[in-house]
């Protein structure tokens, strides 16, 4: 498949049959003289290979070199050197960046969980658009509003929309909003993401992070009234499938990191409110979900309150049987350790 791009080469002939590259000596690979496996690299490749070695070994900056990379990274995009190579020629020969993006755009079509093209792409719009400059020059609404960031949020609409599940899409998603501070935006889009599926756990990672602002979590100390809002969130959110564990994850996680009192002073009557509600209850006493959500409160609520401990370890402990005897037997042996590992 050929790309729209930077590169405009004749790829009909071989490259030693390539006026352009008549001053290159192009060097083999080593395998040594007795390889145990080597690879069967097409003839293309290998050619590709051993021109792109001469030209690094002499640290080449040139179009040619750049039409090559690209040439290589269309065969073998995980290619992390030439990758490193391609950003340095990018940048010396001062090449048009938005073409190189719109070439980046092209192969992240073909291969879009490919680490390097998202971290090569991350350099391409640090260069397009300088973010201390921007966050200082700007606010969020002017910002959103940038061609840069507009053309980018797009881009990872439709990525995402692809695929719900793509960690290095997220992943370079949470770089361009901790890089220029479009925090306020960002809530809007994993909330409407929850609300198209509730399952979509990348989204409640995502959310995580958003209401961290991308801080370390040892170093924050949420709002209460933040927290009290999320417990009420993901709870009605546990209401649309009981048997889903993203949510689940997320508050446990998000309390016993920021509030743990909050799992079992405002959390647990309300999970105990829906268990025992005609119609939640069949579903939320059937899901391992809750149980397991019932042991990490009741724990918790334990070494909060040492003169209850004996009796709450005691219902904890009681939980772990059953889930590893009726709710959750695929993990028994982690529930038979769990109840043993019960510390006030």
């Known amino acids: 498949m050929r790309f729209e791009g930077n590169e405009d080469v004749n790829e009909s002939a071989p490259m030693s049959q390539q006026e352009e590259w008549r001053d290159v000596t192009p060097i083999p ?11 069967a690299y097409t003839d293309d490749y290998r050619e590709m290979m051993d021109y792109l070695r001469a ?18 990274i269309q065969a073998n995009p995980g290619h992390y050197t030439v990758w490193v190579y391609r950003k340095r020629l990018v940048e010396e020969l001062n090449a048009d960046i938005a073409g190189e ?19 090569h792409r991350e350099a391409l719009i640090v260069r397009l658009l300088d973010p201390k400059q921007a966050k200082e020059g700007q606010s969020e609404s002017e910002l959103l509003r940038h061609p840069i960031i507009r053309g980018e949020l797009q881009f990872l609409d439709n990525a995402i929309n692809g695929d719900s599940k793509n960690f290095h899409a997220w992943s370079y ?30 989204a409640w990672n995502q959310r995580y992070f958003v209401i961290l602002q991308g801080r ?11 927290v009290s ?39 647990l009557p309300k999970i105990q409110d829906l268990a025992n509600n005609k119609d939640y209850s069949l579903a939320m006493t059937t899901t391992q979900f809750y149980w397991s959500a019932l042991v990490d409160i009741y724990e918790q609520q334990a070494r909060a309150l040492p003169e209850q401990g004996k009796t709450l370890l005691g219902k904890a402990q009681s939980i772990c049987h059953n889930l590893a005897t009726e709710h959750d037997p695929m993990h028994g042996k982690y529930w038979e350790f769990r109840s043993t590992s019960l510390r006030v």
Not at 29 to 39: A, L, S
Not at 55 to 72: D, F, N, P, Y
Not at 216 to 226: F, G, I, K, T
């Open 101 to 119: 993006l719109n070439w980046v755009s092209a192969i992240s079509a073909m291969y879009p969980k490919n680490y390097q093209l998202w971290h």
């Open 173 to 202: 998603r949470q770089w361009l909003v901790s890089t220029y501070n479009i925090w306020e935006q960002e809530l809007v889009f994993v909330n409407t993401m929850i609300n198209e599926d509730v399952r979509n756990n990348s």
């Open 229 to 267: 809002e999320e417990i009420v969130y993901t709870v009605e959110n546990i209401k649309f499938a009981p048997n889903n564990e993203s949510p689940w994850s997320y508050i446990i996680g998000l309390l016993l990191r920021h509030a743990p009192d909050k799992l079992y002073t405002d959390l």
């Open 29 to 39: 690979q080593d395998d040594g003289k007795h390889p145990i496996c080597p690879i």
């Open 55 to 72: 030209v690094m070994a002499k640290e080449e900056i040139s179009e040619r070199a750049l039409a090559l990379t690209g040439r290589v």
């Open 216 to 226: 370390n979590p040892a170093q924050v100390e949420l709002d209460s009234v933040l």
